[in-house]
């Protein structure tokens, strides 16, 4: 689970340690959280590294402001998922009594730490005009000294403050949503398998910003008990998941047919699978959703287990063969699973 970074009464910031994840460094991935309670407004930062924000429980405005582009102000609500290149700057507002959480997941290999985000904040104590002199903000701003002070001296919050419920922030522009975002739990489905599960994928055909930003992402939504087809990233990318909703069971298998993990899963663990690491997962009675990137715009994945899988394009012979079993074997093993693909539902 994440930890605590800094926050208060408008709201707080959480981060996975690499420390504790050392995954996360090796794989050069940065995961953190961001909570905002009514009146929340994180405040104006750029980033280190390339995200995918996704918005896990909640609703508001955000504002990006892409390298020499004007602001876009957008609506979020749960479900939404959002590109963010290097070089964005952005904030985030809850108007709402709902808390709006927020999750980032991102590219770290061109960040300062490995596996972890850093933010640079426009304003504030630890924000970037502090660090100048009062001589060189008012050169560059055509300033009054007097007015630098007030400028720079007047927030006294720290990454998150609380705006008074009178007010007004920009209003979001419909208009501006669309490019900027899209709603994975609205959008059309890559994959729909009737009590096995749902599948979006964000990719450069639906949300073009992934492409800067060199992350795919999807929604996978595993129905009560279904189980999800073992399976792995044939294109050497790292999978960083997290579980938006439900809980069930997670298996990893590895070099030399080692399972490296057996575990349980629930509602805001984080957890990773490394490159060609085959992973199956199977959902409580109450299902499990997941929100995971994958380092590559475009990824593409093998799975080993229903009709699309590599058993069934593989010849008899040479199934007996690897097996070492008879041809009575053989012919069980592939005649089931002819027509489900990816999720098998509960079996009754």
């Known amino acids: 689970l994440a930890k605590k970074l800094y926050g208060g009464d408008g709201g707080a910031y959480y981060a996975w340690c690499p420390n504790e994840l050392p995954m996360l460094r090796e794989g050069n991935i940065g995961a953190g959280k961001l909570a905002l309670e009514k009146n929340g407004f994180a405040l104006p930062r750029y980033s280190d590294s390339a995200k995918v924000a996704y918005v896990l429980q909640g609703s508001g405005v955000a504002g ?3 390298p020499e582009k004007e602001e876009k102000v957008i609506p979020i609500k749960k479900g939404d998922a959002i590109a963010l290149p290097f070089g964005v700057v952005t904030w985030w507002y809850n108007k709402q009594d709902t808390e709006l959480v927020i999750l980032f997941l991102g590219d770290t290999s061109k960040a300062h730490k490995s596996g972890s985000f850093t933010d640079f904040f426009l304003t504030g104590p ?6 100048f002199s009062p001589e060189f903000v008012g050169r560059a701003w055509d300033l009054e000294e007097s007015t630098v002070k007030t400028l720079v001296g007047s927030q006294s919050g720290n990454g998150i403050v609380r705006l008074d419920s009178n007010f007004r922030m920009p209003e979001p522009k419909i208009e501006h949503y669309n490019g900027m975002a899209l709603n994975c739990e609205e959008a059309p489905l890559d ?12 990719n450069t055909k639906n949300l073009p910003l992934v492409g800067e930003v060199g992350l795919g ?6 129905d009560g008990s279904a189980m999800c087809s073992p399976g792995f990233s044939c294109d050497s990318a790292l999978q960083v998941t997290y579980i938006v909703r439900g809980s069930g069971r997670v298996q990893v298998v590895g070099v030399d047919g080692k399972r490296v993990l057996e575990t349980r899963l629930k509602a805001g663990d984080l957890f990773i699978v490394p490159r060609f690491f085959v992973v199956s997962k199977i959902a409580d009675p109450e299902g499990m959703d ?4 994958i380092t590559t715009p475009n990824p593409i994945f093998t799975h080993l287990a229903g009709r699309t899988s590599v058993w069934k394009a593989l010849s008899p012979e040479v199934l ?6 008879p041809a009575d074997v053989e012919d069980k093993f592939t ?4 027509a489900e693909e990816i999720f098998f539902p509960p079996q009754n």
């Open 217 to 222: 992402a999807d929604l996978v939504r595993l």
């Open 290 to 293: 997941w929100f995971s990137i």
């Open 320 to 325: 007996q063969a690897a097996f070492n079993v």
């Open 335 to 338: 005649s089931k699973r002819k």
């Open 126 to 131: 630890n924000g970037i005009f502090t660090g």
């Open 64 to 66: 990006i402001v892409l």
């Open 191 to 202: 994959v729909d398998i009737k009590n096995g599960g749902k599948v979006v994928v964000l």
